[in-house]
């Protein structure tokens, strides 16, 4: 019976994965200006990067904060072109003064402990290299229960909130959470899976 019940659930977020993307992106782009959604399509930020962004991605929070801190953007997106990602060594370097990055690799995990993540420091973003995961996402204001209150020193908080947005997010697809943006990373998509993944923390300030 629990078989047949998770097998219910992973079925659901399939259909989810497939439904949620087109209509978060139109939130996303009725809230952001005219100009910073020309500038978001231009794609001229990503140094040429070949890539998807998802459409969860909050343009007008994006466009303010790449305005700001320029330099931590292109150095991210430059790294993910000129360097080998399925070859790179798993494991954390700083790339500069509020940039680093993760290269990581995992087996995608059941759904399960529903938790999502805050950060308050530090701005993900999360790059697929191989492999395929679910990734669910939500406003922090929308958070009905702290379950593990927000700690400076590890930059994260746990919450529960009453409906989570799921995206699947494949191999050259890559999310950005804000601090407004809770967030749960590695579920899988169908059956478990090996994924191979690029973190960045872009630092707030």
Same mark, same amino acid.
């Given at each position: ?9 992973l079925? %659901?977020l399939?259909?989810?994965?497939? &439904? ?5 992106? @139109? ?5 952001? &200006?005219?100009?910073?959604v ?12 070949q ?12 466009a303010?904060?790449?305005?700001k ?11 993910l072109?000129?360097n ?5 060594p ?32 530090n701005?993900?973003? @999360?790059?697929?290299?191989e492999? %395929?995961?679910? @990734? ?10 702290i379950v593990n ?5 590890k930059?994260?908080?746990h919450?529960l ?8 997010i494949?191999?050259? @697809? ?6 407004d ?16 993944k ?6 707030v300030?």
């Amino acid at each position: 019976m629990k078989k047949e019940f998770r097998s219910i659930i992973l079925a %659901c977020l399939f259909l989810i994965g497939f &439904s949620m993307p087109m209509v978060v992106a @139109q939130q996303n782009g009725d809230k952001a &200006s005219k100009k910073d959604v020309e500038w978001f399509n231009s794609r001229k930020w990503l140094e040429g990067l070949q890539a998807s962004p998802d459409p969860s991605i909050d343009i007008s929070t994006f466009a303010k904060h790449y305005k700001k801190h320029p330099e931590r953007w292109a150095k991210a997106f430059e790294f993910l072109k000129e360097n080998d990602l399925k070859s790179l060594p798993t494991g954390k370097q700083t790339l500069s003064e509020g940039l680093t990055v993760s290269v990581e690799e995992y087996t995608t995990r059941e759904p399960g402990k529903e938790w999502l993540e805050g950060h308050k420091k530090n701005i993900d973003l @999360q790059f697929i290299v191989e492999g %395929c995961e679910l @990734q669910g996402y939500a406003k922090i204001q929308t958070a009905a229960e702290i379950v593990n209150p927000y700690t400076d020193k590890k930059d994260v908080g746990h919450y529960l909130v009453p409906t989570i947005n799921y995206h699947v997010i494949r191999p050259y @697809q890559f999310t950005i959470f804000f601090p407004d943006d809770i967030h749960m990373t590695n579920i899988q998509y169908g059956e478990k899976a090996k994924v191979r993944k690029i973190v960045f923390k872009v630092a707030v300030d």
